[in-house]
């Protein structure tokens, strides 16, 4: 519970960068995927991040009005959004050159 409650308060501040978290609040990370999985996470990620801005920017041309502290925290999940998928993409990259040395070498 006290873990639920933490997460809130950190959701609610606003100002503060926005990190990806499972259930139990570790972070989002399984290197043990292979490359393909890792890059399909990633392209999830961006997708997800892609439709946010599109959503966002149509909200913003149809508003009389705009909360900049509302915007502004939207644009950073965008901007986590992409730091997860660009994470990924890295892990992706690296376990292929990994992949392909390991082949090399046999």
């Not at 989002?28 to 990633?42: C, E, K, M, P, Y």
């Not at 009005?65 to 644009?75: G, N």
Request: negative net charge.
């Amino acid at each position: 519970m006290e873990n639920n409650e933490t997460q809130n308060e950190q959701a609610q501040a606003k100002g503060r960068r926005v990190r990806m978290v499972s259930l139990n609040g570790h972070p989002v990370r399984d290197l043990d995927l292979t490359s393909t999985d890792q890059f399909n996470i990633a392209m999830e990620w961006l997708q997800y991040s892609r439709s946010s801005a599109q959503l966002l920017a149509d909200l913003l041309h149809e508003a009389d009005e705009v909360d900049v502290q509302d915007t502004a925290l939207a644009l950073e999940g965008v901007a986590a959004m992409i730091r997860e998928g660009t994470e990924h993409i890295a892990i992706a990259h690296a376990n292929l050159r990994w992949e392909y040395a390991e082949k090399a070498r046999t």
